[in-house]
T-cell receptor
């Protein structure tokens, strides 16, 4: 059974700092991995999707990497801003399945 | 594009009553929709996969007679929580798939 773990559970940083969020998964046979953002009491916004054959994806100040063999992914946020404050979720899908398995998330607070 | 809505955004009900939650894809058609549940500080957990015109597929441990899912059209899926109890209080999120999954804003259910 696939399990997804995110570390740390919470992170508080001053504005402008670069930061890294971590995600690990137990079964390396994934189809893809996604990073989402969830604001309090809201739905999910997809940030980046990495296919299993890819090593990284970039969007603006966000960069996600994937090391499938070791079961790890990182989300790098450059020059953090207060508007980045949210919970960041990592999710993987298995080959041949549409199902997403989520981690518990990392709650990020960026202080002005 | 790819907007998913949910209604209601929040609902409070008495124990024993039934509650219906709607999930709509506003600008695309989705043959497959997913229903997730998220308890405080926990991961999103997939409850069931809803396919238009056929019976939903439920995840292990999810009672199909308690959580009724209807996917009558390519733009609408409904989740009915029957005889709701306080332990059903949770955040319910749907997603609709077209290439990737797009998530609704969620419905906060509180059962008194």
């Amino acid at each position: 059974k696939q399990e997804v773990t995110q570390i740390p559970a919470a992170l508080s940083v001053p504005e402008g700092e670069n930061l890294v969020l971590n995600c690990s998964f137990t079964d390396s046979a994934i189809y893809n991995l996604q990073w989402f953002r969830q604001d309090p009491g809201k739905g999910l916004t997809s940030l980046l999707l990495i296919q299993s054959s890819q090593r990284e994806q970039t969007s603006g100040r966000l960069n996600a990497s994937l090391d499938k063999s070791s079961g790890r992914s990182t989300l790098y946020i450059a020059a953090s801003q207060p508007g980045d404050s949210a919970t960041y979720l990592c999710a993987v899908s298995q080959g041949g399945s549409e199902k997403l398995v989520f981690g518990k998330g990392t709650k990020l607070t960026v202080n002005p | 594009g790819a907007v998913v809505s949910q209604h209601p955004s929040w609902v409070i009900c008495k124990s024993g009553t039934s509650v219906k939650i709607e999930c709509r894809s506003l600008d695309f058609q989705a043959t497959t929709m997913f229903w997730y549940r998220q308890f405080p500080k926990q991961s999103l957990m997939l409850m069931a996969t809803s396919n238009e015109g056929s019976k939903a597929t439920y995840e292990q441990g999810v009672e199909k007679d308690k959580f009724l899912i209807n996917h009558a059209s390519l733009t609408l899926s409904t989740l009915t929580v029957t005889s709701a109890h306080p332990e059903d209080s949770s955040f319910y999120i749907c997603s609709a798939r077209v290439a990737n999954q797009f998530f609704g804003p969620g419905t906060r259910l509180t059962v008194l």
